[in-house]
């Protein structure tokens, strides 16, 4: 090209045009390159149990595929509103925190005031797992099943009890969901962790509870306790001879403890779908299916959009349940 008959204008066209073809590549690569250091994500609860091995499964692969380091950091405290609040604040673009039943479909109906907004403070990224409630009695109630047990109910309104881990746990939440779509009567007996409330199911002392299946899989298995159902969708590989809820007569009827992985809502969105994919790809390593396996845990790593989609639903069919049995936090 001649470039000598030019003028200014021409000059500053090329020159413009030159410096977008370069910055192109620069904008694209610092999008690819995320991330940039190592990921911290939090669990907002104790270390030990199935919040725990679904996050540490997730991190292990995701450290692979992603090229930086997952870690997990267990922040528990306020029924897990403490790290969702923290994560919420988050803008280094380089923290995640698990997102559970409890902190995304029942917190915000349970706690007059949030430090925290589920809805407009994060970004879904993946629906990881879900670990199975089981609905389960003493043997020496006579009810080999969810029919029987329903109409047990009815015809001894209140006589019976039920346990849990404490007020606006999981296993209260089921049992009341359960009272909800049956019509029964059961009492409530409230302790304070699944451990007292166990000492107790299996003394005989409580006839029937609603159990993460992890915790009572062996009880089972023994023939300490009966299981009537499970929360889930489709029978467990674990306890093939047990019908589902929805089985039984309650067609739509699912209760399961589940885990998805969130970001700050400020999070880039080419990172998050970068995560989102690498999420779909890590719950069906072999090596995290081996972790999972052992807390009878379903694989999910579905897409961002069904996860919102999931925590929407599950929202609404918590808010009435929360309702109906005026559920607090302890």
Wanted: aromatic share 6%.
């Amino acid at each position: 090209m001649d470039f000598s008959n030019l003028n200014r204008r021409d000059v500053m066209r090329l020159s413009l045009g030159a410096v977008g073809a370069t910055s192109l590549p620069i904008a694209s690569h610092a999008q690819s390159a995320w991330p940039t250091k190592p990921i911290r994500f939090v669990v907002p609860f104790a270390p030990g149990g199935s919040s725990e091995i679904v996050a540490r499964a997730a991190a292990a692969e995701l450290t692979k595929s992603l090229g930086q380091s997952v870690y997990v950091d267990n922040k528990p405290g306020g029924a897990g509103n403490v790290a969702m609040a923290e994560v919420a604040r988050a803008d280094d673009q380089h923290t995640l925190v698990l997102g559970h039943i409890g902190t995304l479909a029942v917190n915000p109906y349970i706690f007059d005031k949030l430090p925290y907004d589920p809805n407009k403070d994060f970004k879904p990224i993946s629906l990881l797992a879900k670990v199975p409630s089981l609905y389960v009695v003493h043997p020496d109630v006579p009810a080999k099943n969810l029919k029987e047990f329903v109409a047990l109910c009815k015809a001894k309104p209140g006589a019976l009890n039920y346990g849990s881990a404490g007020n606006g746990s999981a296993g209260h939440l089921a049992m009341e969901y359960l009272k909800m779509a049956t019509n029964i009567f059961i009492l409530h007996v409230p302790y304070r962790g699944t451990g007292p409330q166990l000492t107790d199911l299996l003394a005989g002392r409580l006839q029937a509870a609603s159990v993460g299946a992890p915790a009572i899989l062996q009880f089972i298995k023994a023939g300490k306790l009966r299981c009537i159902a499970t929360g889930t969708t489709q029978r467990i590989p674990q306890l093939p001879d047990v019908p589902t809820v929805a089985e039984q007569g309650y067609p739509g009827f699912e209760m399961t403890q589940w885990y998805g992985m969130l970001a700050p809502a400020n999070l880039a969105q080419p990172a998050a779908d970068k995560l989102a994919a690498a999420c779909a790809k890590a719950m069906h390593e072999p090596a995290a299916l081996e972790r999972l396996s052992t807390d009878a845990a379903i694989p999910v790593g579905g897409s961002a959009a069904d996860f919102a989609k999931f925590i929407a639903l599950e929202q609404q069919r918590w808010k009435p349940v929360i309702a109906r049995a005026k559920v607090k936090p302890d």
